[in-house]
Nanobody, 114 residues
Framework: VQLQASGGGLVQAGGSLRLSCAASARISGVKRMAWYRQAPGKQRELVASITAGGTTDYADSVQGRFSISREVVKTTMYLQMNSLKPEDTGFYYC?????????WGQGTLVTVSS
């Protein structure tokens, strides 16, 4: 199974983007779905997550601006990003945890200009 992330691009500060991540086949027994990002020269960090039960969690830096959602049947997740800031720039990776198995998408680049 592969994860395909899309939706990245260049946007001005204050703008919005919606990222999508779709699995090539349905993944059953998903424990958690999440978005990570990696800015140039920095470590990968958790941006947002959603558990099997629907509980969401966000990094402090994106709280109130980003929203994660998913479609369980299609093993698809989304990240709605509003009020983007230059510091949101980076590669965004989707992640699915199924038991002890970690699936990663290839990353989609988000660039926010000031």
């Amino acid at each position: 199974v592969q994860l395909q992330a899309s939706g990245g691009g260049l946007v001005q500060a204050g703008g919005s983007l919606r990222l999508s991540c779709a699995a090539s086949a349905r993944i059953s027994g998903v424990k958690r779905m999440a978005w990570y990002r990696q800015a140039p020269g920095k470590q990968r960090e958790l941006v947002a997550s959603i558990t099997a039960g629907g509980t969401t969690d966000y990094a402090d830096s994106v709280q109130g601006r980003f929203s994660i959602s998913r479609e369980v049947v299609k093993t698809t997740m989304y990240l709605q990003m509003n009020s983007l800031k230059p510091e949101d720039t980076g590669f965004y990776y989707c992640n699915v945890i199924q038991g002890t198995v970690n699936y990663w998408g290839q990353g989609t680049l988000v660039t926010v200009s000031s």
